[in-house]
């Protein structure tokens, strides 16, 4: 026999009213028990494999993304930039370096916006830090001592130095040694 609900408007039940059985208790033997842990096991277990793979997966499109910069870097249009650049030297002075002196707006342009690009994959966590340190060593560094004053004057008001900070390989802390 099936009780009936009833609900009182002032918030009050009837006597009797409920659903049969409401006190219902389930019952596990031994073996029911165990097969519950054992679910819970495995469910757990399952999730830490798709974590794992996750990380894995994530870590893969990581490195795959640092490659694929670094081989921008050592072909195409910005490695020519860059030859360019160094073949320049540090500073566009005529008597040093005869004609090859002209402004290379482009290819400064063509290295700085790498640079930026790479840096900005790697803070937001696209590229692998280390890796991409390794790779770049201080050739960010040098491009940035050596254009200087061209980048400034062609980018002014861009924040060069904080750009490309992630892509420098970190500072040794001095070491005191004691006499």
């Not at 409401?22 to 842990?37: E, H, M």
């Not at 020519?80 to 002196?101: C, H, S």
């Amino acid at each position: 026999m099936a009780s009936v609900f009833i609900h009182d408007p002032e918030g009050f039940e009837a006597p009797g009213a409920g659903f049969p059985n409401s006190g219902f208790n389930l019952t596990l033997g031994p073996l029911g028990r165990i097969i519950g842990v054992i679910g819970l096991l495995l469910v757990l277990c399952a999730c830490l494999w798709a974590i794992a793979e996750y990380a894995e997966q994530k870590a893969q499109i990581r490195r795959a993304e640092t490659e694929r910069y670094i081989q921008a870097f050592e072909t195409g249009p910005v490695a020519d930039a860059w030859a360019k650049l160094r073949q320049t030297g540090t500073a566009p002075d005529i008597r040093t370096y005869g004609l090859r002196a002209e402004p290379l707006e482009a290819e400064l342009e063509m290295v700085l916006g790498y640079f930026r690009g790479f840096a900005l994959c790697v803070r937001a966590g696209n590229c692998d830090p280390e890796r991409a340190r390794m790779y770049l060593g201080e050739r960010p560094a040098v491009f940035l001592d050596a254009h200087r004053a061209q980048l400034e004057a062609n980018f002014d008001g861009v924040p060069l130095d904080r750009d490309l900070q992630v892509l420098l390989p970190p500072e040794e802390p001095a070491t005191h040694i004691w006499p």
